[in-house]
């Protein structure tokens, strides 16, 4: 069984810029949520997906948005980039958000210059 | 009242020695407690968790401990390895309001052969 996959790896920005990220979550799992990793903040909530509702926010401003799909793949969506935006952005799959575990995939790294 | 506080930042570990990270937790609501290791350039893979209806649970070389009173929980790896060198997340989550994960703040485990 597939894992969790990201799209991107990697990706180079610049400021103002805006960039769309893909998760694909584990067969048959229909709650995504994505999480932004950084050194000084450590792991972040940013928001959770649950047939195609956002269910979830976490402190983020508004230029950080998703969706998700009816096939239950998500992606994520920052505008106007900043250069803290530079993070590892992870999503997570469960079952459904009540039916944890909770798999994450390798992540997207995210530069910007 | 979100937070999770994780200790210690980092830890060095002889081969065959046992490896203790303890976690600290304010929200009561919390009632889903996982850990989860980290390898450099991966995502966060998921070791074991607990609910509070029990004080400990044991996987292989790993157990968690649970103190509901304390609010406080602890992950042991006995007989560590140097393969277990990996930064580890404690997390919390209410699993009736969907999986939003709170993660502390990482311990770096070094096992020295």
């Known amino acids: 069984k597939a894992g969790v996959t990201q799209t991107p790896r990697y990706l180079i920005k610049t400021r103002g810029q805006q960039v769309t990220l893909s998760c694909s979550p584990i067969?048959?799992?229909?709650?995504v949520s994505w999480y932004q990793q950084t050194p000084g903040q450590g792991l972040q909530f940013l928001f959770e997906?649950?047939?195609?509702?956002?269910?979830n926010k976490g402190n983020f401003p508004g230029r950080f948005s998703g969706r998700q799909f009816s096939n239950s793949r998500s992606e994520m969506n920052v505008s106007t980039l900043e250069l803290g935006d530079s993070a590892l952005y992870l999503c997570a799959s469960s079952l459904t958000p009540s039916n944890q575990p909770q798999h994450f995939g390798d992540g997207t790294r995210l530069s910007i210059l | 009242q979100q937070q999770v506080k994780q200790s210690p930042q980092s830890l060095i570990v002889q081969k065959g020695g046992i490896s203790i990270i303890n976690c600290a937790y304010e929200?009561?609501?919390?009632?889903?407690f996982p850990w989860y290791q980290q390898f450099p350039g991966k995502g966060p893979a998921l070791l074991i968790a607990i609910r509070p209806d029990v004080s400990e649970k044991k996987e292989g070389r790993f157990t968690i401990s649970f103190n509901k009173s304390a609010k406080q929980f602890s992950l042991h790896i006995m007989d560590s390895q140097p393969g277990d060198s990996a930064t580890y997340f404690c997390a919390a989550m209410s699993e009736t309001s969907g999986s939003r994960l709170t993660f502390g703040e990482g311990t770096q485990l070094t096992v020295n052969p």
């Open positions: 997906y649950f047939s195609e509702t956002q269910r």
């Open positions: 067969s048959g799992h229909r709650s």
């Open positions: 929200n009561t609501a919390f009632d889903y």
